[in-house]
């Protein structure tokens, strides 16, 4: 029998240790529960290890053939053009090997069903038709990521009797989480259930919870609580391995239909053909400084 191919596990990156640490420990717990099958991870910038060295590591233990999973739970810029880009150079720094791209995450009814529990964490009992929940995402200049965010929030309305669900962004996109939580008062909220479309912890999910503490210290009459992250729950866990399988067995294609890439959306024109170029780790040992000007100005604080 052929051995499997290989689950290579693509993340973001933080400059938060224990976010990175959190996506390090998920990689390990999802190699040991598929021994069949080598596992690695690696992150596009921000956090060791850098994914070229996990591809590396990879080839170093003879895999040739191995699919990608992007641990991201919308399609911005970074699973439709920084990730692609970097297994691009990885291909031409290994000749022989070949891989499969899989889908982001959300909004899968799994990940939903987390979320629903992280909810009901701390409301403690209370009514859900009292409740109305705001779920942040991280925010985007690319407005098909930001829209996936508010399918996502309508879906985890829907059957669940939330008083209503809304939908705010910690960075580079609008509504705010002030703008979002005031929006969710003049709707009539008087219990606000503050939910980070988050994997793990960072420091964007930190912030989440730093704003909304500031505003409901600001608006007493107002209960306002704020929700964990997803976490490596069994059911991430589960979602990962259907999008590899899916990644080597299934008909994968992107959304197109509203990507900047390809249409030119009112104030987006200019992306359009605009060429992607991965990210360029620090940490990566490749032969790739001539090529850092690609990196200028693309500044993240994760």
Same mark, same amino acid.
């Given at each position: 029998?052929?051995?499997?191919?290989?689950?290579?596990?693509?993340?973001?990156?933080?400059? +938060?240790?224990?976010?990175?640490?959190?996506?390090?420990?998920?990689?390990?717990?999802?190699?040991?529960?598929?021994?069949?099958?080598?596992?690695?991870?690696?992150?596009?910038?921000?956090?060791?290890?850098?994914?070229?060295?996990?591809?590396?590591?990879?080839?170093?233990?003879?895999?040739?053939?191995?699919?990608?999973?992007?641990?991201?739970?919308?399609?911005?810029?970074?699973?439709?053009?920084?990730?692609?880009?970097?297994?691009?150079?990885?291909?031409?720094?290994?000749?022989?090997?070949?891989?499969?791209?899989?889908?982001?995450?959300? =909004?899968? =009814?799994?990940?939903?069903?987390?979320?629903?529990?992280?909810?009901?964490?701390?409301?403690?009992?209370?009514?859900?038709?009292?409740?109305?929940?705001?779920?942040?995402?991280?925010?985007?200049?690319?407005? +098909?990521?930001?829209?996936?965010?508010?399918?996502?929030?309508?879906?985890?309305?829907?059957?669940?009797?939330?008083?209503?669900?809304?939908?705010?962004?910690?960075?580079?996109?609008?509504?705010?989480?002030?703008?979002?939580?005031?929006?969710?008062?003049?709707? #009539?909220?008087?219990?606000?259930?503050?939910?980070?479309?988050?994997?793990?912890?960072?420091?964007?999910?930190?912030?989440?919870?730093?704003?909304?503490?500031?505003?409901?210290?600001?608006?007493?009459?107002?209960?306002?609580?704020?929700? +964990?992250?997803? #976490?490596?729950?069994?059911?991430?866990?589960?979602?990962?391995?259907?999008?590899?399988?899916?990644?080597?067995?299934?008909?994968?294609?992107?959304?197109?239909?509203?990507?900047?890439?390809?249409?030119?959306?009112?104030?987006?024109?200019?992306?359009?053909?605009?060429?992607?170029?991965?990210?360029?780790?620090?940490?990566?040992?490749?032969?790739?400084?001539?090529?850092?000007?690609?990196?200028?100005?693309?500044?993240?604080?994760?």
């Amino acid at each position: 029998m052929t051995n499997p191919p290989a689950l290579l596990i693509a993340g973001h990156g933080t400059r +938060d240790e224990a976010g990175a640490e959190a996506f390090r420990a998920f990689v390990a717990a999802l190699g040991a529960r598929h021994p069949e099958l080598p596992v690695a991870g690696g992150f596009i910038e921000l956090s060791p290890p850098p994914l070229g060295e996990a591809v590396a590591g990879l080839v170093g233990q003879g895999v040739r053939r191995f699919a990608t999973v992007p641990l991201m739970l919308v399609s911005a810029g970074h699973a439709k053009g920084d990730i692609p880009a970097a297994l691009a150079r990885e291909k031409d720094r290994h000749p022989g090997i070949t891989y499969s791209y899989g889908r982001p995450l959300g =909004p899968h =009814p799994a990940l939903l069903r987390v979320l629903e529990r992280r909810v009901d964490e701390v409301l403690q009992g209370a009514d859900r038709a009292s409740v109305t929940v705001l779920l942040v995402g991280r925010g985007s200049t690319d407005p +098909d990521a930001n829209a996936e965010v508010f399918k996502a929030a309508r879906l985890l309305w829907e059957g669940r009797r939330y008083a209503g669900v809304e939908t705010a962004f910690v960075s580079l996109a609008a509504p705010d989480v002030p703008a979002g939580l005031e929006r969710c008062r003049r709707l #009539g909220a008087q219990r606000i259930v503050v939910l980070p479309y988050f994997l793990f912890t960072g420091i964007l999910p930190d912030r989440v919870r730093s704003q909304a503490q500031n505003w409901a210290a600001a608006h007493p009459g107002v209960d306002v609580r704020t929700a +964990d992250v997803i #976490g490596p729950e069994p059911e991430l866990a589960d979602l990962v391995m259907e999008r590899y399988r899916e990644a080597l067995a299934g008909d994968l294609r992107m959304n197109c239909d509203s990507c900047v890439y390809r249409i030119a959306l009112p104030g987006f024109e200019e992306k359009v053909g605009a060429p992607q170029q991965p990210h360029f780790h620090p940490d990566d040992d490749g032969h790739h400084h001539h090529d850092s000007h690609h990196h200028g100005g693309h500044a993240h604080a994760h």
